[in-house]
């Protein structure tokens, strides 16, 4: 289990804090970085908008939203929330298991956190391969952990 990491989880959503655990640790070794402190937030859509109202001033729902309190990208210190509403509707859209949509949002926080950003269409697409990149390796890996 990775020290310093919080996982809650709003609601009776189907979300396993010990799979959020491997990947969080799978991430933090790949990219060799401490964690201060991280706290991920499992949210409803209605408290995610709200988040999203509040801080960003942006109206509408999203499925992840990822605040870095510290600053650097070798420490983290920071707070993701993900909101489960969108990630199963993301799951049905895209035809994906709604576990490996939740590795993504995770994933995606995560690389929000390390410093990179998606606002260009190059950069979401740097994003989008290293999240493909980072599920095969995790997939991978939790496949030998199995064994």
Do not use: C
């Amino acid at each position: 289990m990775v020290k310093n990491l919080a996982i809650n989880i709003s609601g009776a959503f189907p979300v396993k804090k010990a799979r959020v655990h491997k990947v969080i640790s799978f991430l933090k070794n790949h990219y060799r970085v401490k964690i201060t402190f991280l706290i991920i937030n499992f949210v409803s859509s209605e408290q995610i908008k709200k988040i999203n109202v509040q801080y960003l001033n942006h109206q509408y729902e999203t499925d992840i939203l990822t605040f870095n309190y510290s600053g650097s990208n070798t420490e983290l210190d920071g707070e993701v929330f993900i909101s489960p509403q969108e990630a199963a509707a993301n799951a049905k859209r895209y035809k994906k298991e709604f576990d490996d949509e939740v590795k993504r949002l995770v994933i995606h926080g995560f690389l929000h956190l390390l410093g990179f950003d998606d606002k260009t269409r190059a950069e979401k697409l740097k994003m989008r391969l290293l999240e493909k990149e980072m599920l095969v390796s995790l997939n991978f890996n939790l496949l030998s952990a199995k064994r």
